[in-house]
């Protein structure tokens, strides 16, 4: 299916589409002539029921003129029957219901195709295939949110509630029509949604349960957790797996007696499990996300996509989990097993990747049997087949012969060199530190702390934090992150700068400290008496000297202003370049002289804050003629004045005949 046509290919070893095969709804793929053609228009979703009797078709949700919600999921019999009004105008509807949610759209039928069930509120409902007028039977169950029919001959159907009031969640199997008493059941927390799994014959079942949100902090995308559920109630576990992370994938094997689980952080870990839930087999470590069993149970496909590389790996079951081959798939968004298990599909599609679209055909023993590239690739699948159509036989040998286009494609494909990770100037030429390897390669395995937001320790990637001052000396560490040594209560917390600053302080204590020491000392027999302190000195600024405050980070005193007309002591004696007062005498001058000196004149004045009105007048008309000349300087040049400007510039004789008035001559 691409942009424009929707399209059948056979494959091999002919890989032609059927020559009578048309674009229409519904053909016969056996003979390629039209069965049928659907009268109905905007189908956003198309499924069969399982033996192929029923056609199934989802539109967008709309309203009459009424406004009542119209009947968009309908029920077609393929084979064409009477016509019953002008919308059937080929066969008849079978069926027809509201579905508003485009998820679980679809009907679920058993096997036979004799029942088939929706869910809605609150109840999951059951019809008769023939009879989809009338609900058959009904399970009533408060808040059901999902469910999955058996595909088994026993008809069984499991549902599945979440979390509500404080209660676990709870995954319920029941045999139909037996809705009174659950045949089987498992109640757990940590499930927002799940994925319902049956084996192929129905006896068990595997519960995936999620949550949309990891309340321990180690995963950004929730936590996942797998159950093992049996119809008989013989068993309900929880599976145990040995690795942390995410599960990736899970499947049954279509002989109904084991499953492959992909989980943990990357690289992940692959295992297989009996219907017991214990593990069987653990493939190696390898960033793979998806895990898929071929047909007959025979291979095991384990490959990564999405985000990664698109490598699958094949293994041979039957003799002992050998590895067959490595195929390389980039971009593949789609990828299934051939009903006959000896080819492998894979497909790059849109909107999953607008470029390089198109199909390719793989043989389970590696090698390229086809290749087509298209425009805007959709969809596309296996035609449907029985197992018993394909004999079980050896499937490697022989090897068929690839198509023209998987030679010609082959052709153009360049073997890229191997040229490994990059690795700094000094780190090259010496063995990589295990540190920088993935646990498959030989590394430490990825262990989470727990916090999304300190990513500290982990796989020997950085160390505990301990608080550090940038120039400071260093510190001796005591092993579990923390410093020892002197070390001044509070120092640790302050920044640099802070530290600065108080050493700052402490050395301005001190030398005020002297300062009072020199004033208060005895004075020589022959000295005067000293001299009394300033009355400029405030005594609470001298209080706050003597008794330093606790003040925040980064505070800066403020430093007093001194009264007009008087001067600063201190500071006079710093321009005087004089020791520190009182003393007996300094440079020949007694104390008391040096004090009854007048004090220099330290008034500031600021240019032009003085004169009369008429001066600032002639400064205010100067400043605007020099912008006028400066605006004629400009329109010489070649500029392009503002209307304004050139009014400006027209006032240039009224300023001059001012200034002139004014006295002002040039």
């Known amino acids: 299916r691409t942009s424009k046509d929707i399209g059948i290919v056979d494959a091999a070893p002919v890989y032609q589409p059927p020559a009578a095969f048309e674009r229409v709804t519904v053909i016969d793929t056996s003979a390629g002539h039209v069965i049928t053609t659907l009268p109905v228009q905007n189908v956003f979703e198309l499924g069969f029921s399982p033996m192929g009797s029923f056609i199934i078709t989802w539109q967008r949700p709309l309203k009459d003129d009424n406004g009542d919600a119209v009947k968009n999921l309908k029920v077609w019999s393929v084979l064409e029957g ?17 579905q508003k949610s485009q998820t679980g759209w679809n009907l679920q039928y058993t096997y036979d195709e004799r029942y088939c069930a929706r869910v809605v509120t609150n109840e999951v409902q059951l019809y008769e295939s023939a009879d989809l007028g009338n609900v058959w039977n009904k399970l009533r169950i408060e808040g059901v949110l999902d469910f999955a029919v058996s595909p088994g001959e026993n008809h069984s159907i499991a549902v599945f509630v979440p979390e509500r009031k404080g209660q676990p969640a709870a995954v319920k199997v029941y045999n139909v029509p037996e809705f009174s008493t659950p045949v089987s059941q498992k ?3 940590k499930g927002d949604k799940v994925q319902l799994k049956w084996n192929q014959r129905g006896t068990e079942l595997i519960v995936l349960a999620q949550t949309e949100v990891d309340k321990t902090g180690k995963s950004y995308y929730g936590e996942t957790t797998l159950y093992l559920l049996s119809v008989n109630g013989g068993s309900d576990s929880r599976i145990d797996l040995e690795k942390d992370g995410p599960i990736h994938d899970v499947t049954w094997s279509p002989n109904s007696k084991e499953f492959g689980v992909v989980y943990g952080y990357m690289p992940a870990k692959t295992t297989l499990f009996d219907i017991r839930g214990q ?12 895990i898929l069993f071929s047909p007959h149970g025979r291979f095991v496909l384990v490959a990564g996509f999405g985000n990664l590389a698109g490598q699958m790996d094949i293994y041979n079951l039957e003799k002992n989990y050998q590895k067959v081959c490595t195929i390389e798939a980039s971009n593949a968004s789609v990828c299934e097993w051939s009903p006959d298990g000896k080819h492998i599909l894979t497909a790059t599609t849109s909107p999953r990747l607008r470029v390089d679209n198109g199909v390719r055909i793989w043989h389970v023993g590696g090698g390229l049997m086809y290749n087509e590239d298209l425009q805007e690739l959709y969809h596309v699948t296996w035609r449907p087949q029985s197992q018993t159509k394909h004999p079980h036989e050896n499937l490697l040998h022989p090897v068929p012969t690839p198509h023209a286009s998987a030679l010609a494609y082959l052709g153009t494909v360049k073997t890229p060199k191997s040229a490994g990770a990059y690795r700094p100037p000094g780190a090259r030429g010496q063995v990589t530190p295990l540190a920088f390897k993935r646990e498959d390669e030989g590394g430490a395995a990825y262990v989470s702390s727990g916090s999304l ?6 796989n020997g990637f950085g160390k505990p934090r301990k608080r550090e001052v940038p120039g400071a000396e260093p510190v001796p560490d005591s092993g579990n992150g923390t410093a020892i040594g002197n070390v001044v209560d509070g120092d640790d917390q302050l920044s640099k700068a802070a530290l600065k600053n108080k050493k700052k302080r402490e050395a301005k204590k001190a030398k005020d400290a002297a300062e009072k020491v020199t004033g208060l000392a005895p004075a020589a027999d022959n000295a005067t008496p000293t001299a009394a302190p300033s009355p400029s000195r405030n005594p609470e600024r001298r209080d ?11 505070y800066v005193e403020p430093r007093p202003q001194s009264k007009q007309g008087q001067r600063d002591p201190r500071r006079s004696r710093e321009q005087q370049g ?3 007062l009182p003393g007996p005498k300094t440079n020949g001058v007694s104390s008391a002289q040096a004090a009854s000196e007048p004090p220099p004149d330290l008034t500031v004045t600021s240019p032009g804050s003085g004169g009369s009105p008429q001066d600032k007048k002639v400064r205010a008309l100067l400043k605007k003629l020099r912008a006028i000349d400066d605006l004629k300087m400009r329109r010489a040049g070649g500029e392009k004045l503002e209307g304004t400007q050139i009014r400006k510039m027209d006032t240039e004789d009224e300023v001059r005949q001012e200034l002139e008035s004014l006295g002002w001559n040039e």
């Open 279 to 290: 593990a069987i087999h653990n493939f190696a470590l390898s960033p793979r996300n998806t």
């Open 578 to 580: 004089s020791k520190p």
């Open 544 to 554: 706050r000297k003597g008794h330093e405050r606790n003040r925040s980070r980064g």
């Open 82 to 98: 009477q016509k019953t009004g002008p919308e059937e105008a080929e066969h008849n509807v079978v069926g027809r219901f509201v």
């Open 453 to 458: 937001s300190l990513g500290i320790g982990v």
């Open 187 to 189: 109640n757990f927390f």
